[in-house]
């Protein structure tokens, strides 16, 4: 979880008047399938502000499903991607023990001591890989992060399999490396 967010969880009781735990319990009762009315809910019911209601909301759907799940959604309509995902999980996976793969609504983070690497399915031909690499310039294929923004400081964009070569584990690595 990013520290923005955290942030927002930790102060909720103080900004709100209830823990995350008693809103998301709120929303169960109230069984809203659709996200804007449960925002809404949150804003008219309650006097949520927009920031606090739409936290809460988007972490009641994904609260409500499996890391698997997660995955197998991100990857609807983009099943041609899947084999490269799990590719990139399983290098990441053999740097160390200590990886965390956390799986969100769009994208998944992989965490060592903080976030060092997102892998997202930007469109049905393509994966953004999101990296950490404070200090390194952009050069070859190693962009500016683009669609991440303050997420991580860099994008290597992957269209299939043989992207996922000696280059882009490098760069994985150099990140996970530098994530302690």
């Known amino acids: ?26 929303l169960h009762k109230e069984s809203i399938e659709k996200h804007s009315v449960a925002v809404k809910f949150l804003k008219t019911e309650h006097g949520l502000t927009h920031g606090f209601a739409n936290t809460i909301v988007t972490l009641s759907k994904e609260l409500n499903e499996s890391p698997e799940d997660l995955v197998v959604n991100q990857y609807k309509g983009k099943e041609l991607l899947k084999p490269m995902y799990d590719l990139l999980i399983s290098t990441v996976e053999s740097f ?67 992207d996922v070569d000696a280059e882009v584990i490098e760069w994985l690595l150099m990140a996970y490396k530098k994530s302690v």
């Open 1 to 26: 979880m990013d520290k923005a967010l955290q942030t927002m969880i930790n102060n909720m009781p103080d900004k709100t008047g209830k823990k995350l735990e008693e809103w998301l319990q709120i």
């Open 96 to 162: 160390g023990s200590d990886v965390i793969v956390t799986p969100k609504k769009g994208s998944v983070s992989l965490i060592r001591k903080r976030q060092f690497a997102l892998i997202k399915p930007a469109t049905k031909s393509r994966i953004d890989l999101g990296l950490k690499l404070k200090d390194i310039d952009v050069q070859g294929r190693l962009e500016n992060s683009g669609p991440f923004g303050t997420m991580c400081t860099h994008r290597i964009q992957l269209n299939n399999l043989t």
